[in-house]
């Protein structure tokens, strides 16, 4: 069996009016709604984490093979 969805059913929801609308002055009905984190994400203990270092030396690699090509291809 499924879940109900968060959202009220508009046909079943009093004070709509035809199309979706509410009455001047009314309040909509509630829905659910989900925003930031639940907890704050933890500081990590240093400034060079291994996936900080794993990234910079696959940049670097990049960077270099980008330059070999581009000198190869104008000394050619």
């Known amino acids: 069996m499924t879940d109900l969805p968060p959202d009220p059913d508009p046909a079943k929801t009093p004070g709509l009016e035809p199309g979706g609308g509410v009455a001047p002055g009314s309040t909509p009905p509630d829905s659910a709604q989900t925003s930031g984190l ?3 994400e933890p500081i990590p203990g240093r ?27 104008v000394l050619d």
Request: hydrophobic share 70%; no cysteine.
């Open 38 to 40: 639940s907890e704050p």
């Open 47 to 73: 400034r060079f984490t291994p996936t900080v270092i794993v990234s910079l030396v696959a940049l670097a690699i990049f960077l270099l093979l980008f330059v070999v090509t581009a000198v190869f291809l």
